[in-house]
């Protein structure tokens, strides 16, 4: 894991990092009836508004000094996001490139169910076989998505201020191809990772640079979750190849 340091930031010649701070959503009633959701589900549960009280706190103790808050527009980010959105008063942007990956068909059922009706994706995605989902994306096409939606904020977000802080609602995929990226890992990567928990936070600094370079992103933090009430706590997570096979998570 990379660690950030100023000589890290020096190279570029400004010192400048947009820091982006990335939060999972908290638990979802779908994560907890083990559902898989994709870019479907409603919003949280009571353990899940806990956790979004818990991390808000949390962010605002780490990052009072962030410039935007960045959500995916799906209901449980929203309702995440909400007490740092009330308690900190900055401006939000909603960007849809920060969904969950789109599972298709598989959505709204448990991982026992797709295996049972659609068992030859099951199997080849237990085997991190890197397929259409449901009919809807792959991780790769995830990866590309996110680091789109990544490269536009970074590039957007200019300050004389030696750190701009923009946190990112988002969900356990992104925050996994995110980081696979900054790492350089192989596409689609997010494999080597653990899958993020609920409320989680992870943090990556983008250096800038006024010079025709690009200096690689530093991954500060992954997987946070000291803030959290009810620490180890499993959350669900979508990602098939991450689950035990016993195991039905969302």
């Not at 818990?54 to 780490?62: F, M, Q, T, Y």
């Not at 970074?154 to 356990?172: D, N, Y």
């Not at 943090?203 to 025709?212: A, E, G, N, R």
């Amino acid at each position: 894991m990379h660690t950030s340091s100023a000589a890290d930031h020096a190279r570029d010649g400004t010192g400048q990092r947009i820091r982006l701070v990335l939060v999972r959503h908290g638990e979802s009633e779908w994560n907890a009836a083990n559902i898989i959701q994709g870019h479907l589900g409603p919003g949280l549960s009571a353990l899940g508004k806990d956790q979004a009280d818990a991390v808000s706190a949390e962010l605002r103790h780490r990052f009072g000094d962030a410039s935007l808050i960045v959500c995916s527009d799906l209901e449980r980010v929203t309702e995440t996001a909400q007490p740092y959105r009330q308690e900190s008063n900055l401006p939000v942007i909603v960007d849809p490139r920060w969904r969950e990956i789109d599972n298709g068909a598989w959505s709204g059922k448990t991982h026992a169910q797709v295996a049972q009706e659609f068992p030859e994706e099951f199997a080849a995605a237990r085997r991190r076989e890197d397929i259409p989902r449901g009919g809807g994306e792959t991780f790769a096409q995830l990866r590309e998505r996110v680091a789109g939606a990544v490269h536009d904020r970074v590039a957007a977000e200019r300050s004389p201020e030696p750190v701009v802080t923009v946190v990112v609602f988002t969900h356990g995929g992104p925050i996994r191809v995110a980081t696979a990226d900054a790492l350089g890992l192989p596409v689609p990567g997010h494999w080597q990772l653990q899958p993020p928990e609920n409320c989680s936070i992870t943090v990556i600094d983008h250096p800038v640079s006024q010079q025709d370079t690009h200096p690689n992103p530093v991954v500060v933090a992954y997987n946070e979750t000291s803030h959290l009430p009810g620490v180890g706590h499993a959350s669900a997570t979508d990602d098939v190849a991450a689950a035990e096979p016993a195991a039905t998570p969302g």
